[in-house]
């Protein structure tokens, strides 16, 4: 098997030259839950060179239903490790390393990223990783998703303190809508990643109003 001949109808859309550049691109994503596991299915076999997956987490029974990577043979494994073993199992181009610690250890490791994407489940951790990739002068990609609602920001200049920083403990939810919400945030991240155009700074708020549709607002970031 070549690069080419597995990326070959993502070679179709862009040519080789873009497909070559993504195996130079090192991502970082932090959380392997729901979001997580969305975008590693859809990342992990798009020809990007290295994912760093970071999650202390085990899985649960209750995890599986919305969480892809996942089977009941998985049960009580660390979810980094699972999804890495999975991607790894899938791209054989892929560099793919777990991280079984909190994202307060890991950004002490100081690595560099060309993209950091949030995959997480609570808003501290968020302004953590905010305050990090700024740090670090990396753009990040911020989402999030509850019942029949989620939203997506691709982070670079914009101030992540308009959002009230609670510990907030999100409600029920159902394994579609993090998967349009994290493809969302794939599809963002794949763009930038291979050099195409993405709106910064604006964040995508997505739900389905009482009668069904599927509603989706854009509201500008303000400056850090």
Known sequence: MTPEAYFNRQVQLWGSKVQQSLQGKKIAIIGAGGLGCTLAMALGTSGIGEIHMVDFDTVSNHNIHRQIAFTLEDEGKNKAKAVVSLMKSKNPFLKAIAFDMSFEDFKEMGNDYDLILDATDNLPVREEIDKH?????????????????????????????????????????????????????ANLALRYLAGLSVRKDKLYYLYFNDNGELITQKFGMPKA
Do not use: R
């Not at 998703?145 to 303190?161: D, I, L, M, R, S």
């Not at 609670?166 to 349009?180: N, Y």
């Open 133 to 185: 990739a700024k740090e670090m002068n990396a753009p990040w990609i911020y989402a999030s998703v509850e019942e029949f609602n989620g939203q997506v920001c691709f982070f670079e200049k914009a101030n992540f303190q308009v959002f009230n920083i609670s510990d907030h403990k999100p409600g029920g939810i159902a394994a579609p809508i993090v998967m349009h919400i994290g493809s969302l945030q």
